[in-house]
């Protein structure tokens, strides 16, 4: 399966809310659905996240002959001139174990190291995730630090860029 990235849109607000609505995608990153009110922020806050950096930002992910939205994406920085981006992603369960979260971490990284500015990008996982732990060790990351986020816990990986 092809897929590409593509920066989410007004428009998209339908298929982000499928996605953070569904528990067993928000399962390892929340531990609850999130309703519609909340989701509606969180994607107003994303469109204006993804006006910082061209290239950067929050990504659908879809399948490339069918144009099906399979998730989401992002390589995100908090400020425009940041040094370091945050990678993660969330999937559709239906397209969970067709190798879809490897495809698209690759392309995030090398996204990552094109850009000049950034130094180290860095992924905040729950530790019982051990698949996307395994993606990210397979490309480089190296486990930095397990910390509490919002009493939810997280493993915090991180792969360092050296630019020429």
Same mark, same amino acid.
């Given at each position: 399966?092809?897929?590409? #990235?593509?920066?989410?849109?007004?428009?998209?607000?339908?298929?982000?809310?499928?996605?953070?609505?569904?528990?067993?995608?928000?399962?390892?990153?929340? @531990?609850? !659905?999130?309703?519609?009110?909340? !989701?509606?922020?969180?994607?107003?806050?994303?469109?204006?996240?993804?006006? +910082?950096?061209?290239? +950067?930002?929050?990504? %659908?992910?879809?399948?490339?002959?069918? @144009?099906?939205?399979?998730?989401?994406?992002?390589?995100?920085?908090?400020? !425009?001139?940041?040094? @370091?981006?945050?990678?993660?992603?969330?999937?559709?369960?239906?397209?969970?174990?067709?190798?879809? !979260?490897? %495809?698209?971490?690759?392309? #995030?990284?090398?996204?990552?190291?094109?850009?000049?500015?950034?130094?180290?990008?860095?992924?905040?996982?729950? /530790?019982?995730?051990?698949?996307?732990? %395994?993606?990210?060790?397979?490309?480089?990351?190296?486990? @930095?630090?397990?910390?509490?986020?919002?009493?939810? /816990?997280?493993?915090?990986?991180? #792969?360092? #860029?050296?630019?020429?």
């Amino acid at each position: 399966m092809i897929v590409k #990235l593509e920066k989410f849109t007004e428009a998209d607000f339908d298929n982000y809310f499928k996605l953070v609505n569904n528990a067993k995608v928000m399962e390892m990153i929340t @531990e609850r !659905a999130i309703e519609r009110e909340e !989701a509606k922020k969180d994607f107003e806050n994303l469109l204006e996240n993804n006006k +910082l950096q061209h290239d +950067l930002g929050n990504f %659908k992910i879809i399948e490339e002959e069918t @144009e099906k939205f399979l998730g989401l994406a992002k390589l995100e920085i908090k400020e !425009a001139d940041s040094h @370091e981006a945050e990678l993660g992603y969330m999937i559709m369960p239906n397209y969970w174990g067709k190798g879809i !979260a490897s %495809k698209v971490g690759q392309k #995030l990284i090398e996204t990552g190291k094109k850009q000049n500015a950034i130094k180290r990008i860095f992924a905040i996982i729950d /530790p019982k995730n051990i698949p996307s732990r %395994k993606i990210l060790i397979n490309n480089g990351f190296v486990s @930095e630090q397990f910390k509490d986020f919002d009493g939810l /816990p997280g493993e915090i990986l991180e #792969l360092k #860029l050296t630019k020429p």
